[in-house]
């Protein structure tokens, strides 16, 4: 019914840039809100960043000041654009939303995850 697809990871060194991209598709009415989460090897999936449908954000401390999370205007898009990458950054970054289908169901929908491995 719906699916989320991440993509812009990668391998960048420790000081780059990237930006990551969650695309909704599907039955969607509205996304009322939306989250990154990584995991590191042998580590517990952790919430990096979230938006909510007002627009609010919140994000890790380990993350603030460098990571920001947005929506396009069309809001089947989230993005997380990270800046000053530390090599603590490297993970599987994964996409949730939360999905209103018009018909009364709001349902929780994972990405399959995206690989961002930063170097020092």
């Known amino acids: 019914q719906v699916q989320l697809v991440e993509s812009g990871g990668g391998l960048v060194q420790a000081g780059g840039s990237l930006r990551l991209a969650c695309a909704a598709s599907?039955?969607?009415?509205?996304?009322?809100?939306a989250g990154w989460y990584r995991q590191a090897p042998g580590k517990q999936r952790e919430l990096v960043a979230g938006i909510t449908s007002g627009g609010s954000t919140n994000y890790a401390d380990s993350v603030k000041g460098r990571f920001t999370i947005s929506r396009a205007n069309a809001k089947n898009t989230v993005y997380l654009q990270m800046n000053s990458l530390k090599p603590e950054d490297t993970a599987v970054y994964y996409c949730?939303?939360?999905?209103?289908?018009?018909?009364?169901?709001?349902?929780?929908?994972w990405g399959q995850g995206t690989q961002v491995t930063v170097s020092s």
């Open positions: 599907g039955s969607i009415f509205s996304i009322n809100g």
């Open positions: 949730n939303a939360a999905v209103n289908n018009g018909l009364g169901i709001i349902s929780y929908y």
